[in-house]
Nanobody, 119 residues
Framework: VQLQAFGGGFVQTGGSLRLSCVVNGFTLGRYAIGWSRQAPGKERETIACIRTSGATQYSDSVKGRFTISRDNARNTVYLQMNNLKPEDTAVYYC??????????????WGRGTLVTVSS
């Protein structure tokens, strides 16, 4: 099982980025996937997940600003991040299979991608 996150970068406050999570080793359409992040000196925080039905769940810290979606044909899960804030600066990871806002909801985490939001 492999999950690889892409699309991180440097953005100013209020800007947007879209992250991609490419899944290999299993058929994405059969599983739920989540996104987590870890800021310097802080614990990993799960912020969004999407079930096979398309139902989504968000942490309060990103609700209304981030949108998770999936393209099963491309084996890819996306995280659209709008109205970014400096406190969103973190390494972002995709995780699976599973859906929930607890670290225990997931078995695998992929290699992360760094998002830096300047003030």
């Amino acid at each position: 099982v492999q999950l690889q996150a892409f699309g991180g970068g440097f953005v100013q406050t209020g800007g947007s980025l879209r992250l991609s999570c490419v899944v290999n080793g299993f058929t994405l359409g059969r599983y739920a996937i989540g996104w987590s992040r870890q800021a310097p000196g802080k614990e990993r925080e799960t912020i969004a997940c999407i079930r096979t039905s398309g139902a989504t769940q968000y942490s309060d810290s990103v609700k209304g600003r981030f949108t998770i979606s999936r393209d099963n044909a491309r084996n890819t899960v996306y995280l659209q991040m709008n109205n970014l804030k400096p406190e969103d600066t973190a390494v972002y990871y995709c995780a699976g299979p599973g859906c929930g806002l607890s670290r225990q909801d997931y078995d695998y985490w992929g290699r992360g991608t760094l998002v830096t939001v300047s003030s």
